[in-house]
């Protein structure tokens, strides 16, 4: 395998990571309850479990 003969300065590595940036979750509304809540997941209101508008489980509290 080869090795690199210099070593990499930070500021070269960092400069080549810039473009490495952190994404904002897609959000998505809720048709039944209207609450927003990330995509392709189960999320929780009035006590009850709802994916895709549709209610999965009742929670107990």
């Known amino acids: 395998m080869p090795n690199p003969k210099h070593k990499i300065s930070k500021q ?6 810039t473009h490495y940036k ?14 927003t809540h990330l995509l392709h997941r189960a999320h929780e209101s009035e006590g009850k479990l709802y994916y895709r508008g549709k209610v999965v489980m009742e929670l107990k509290k």
């Open 12 to 17: 070269r590595r960092d400069k080549r990571r």
């Open 22 to 35: 952190a994404e904002a979750p897609t959000l998505g509304v809720d048709q039944t309850t209207n609450e």
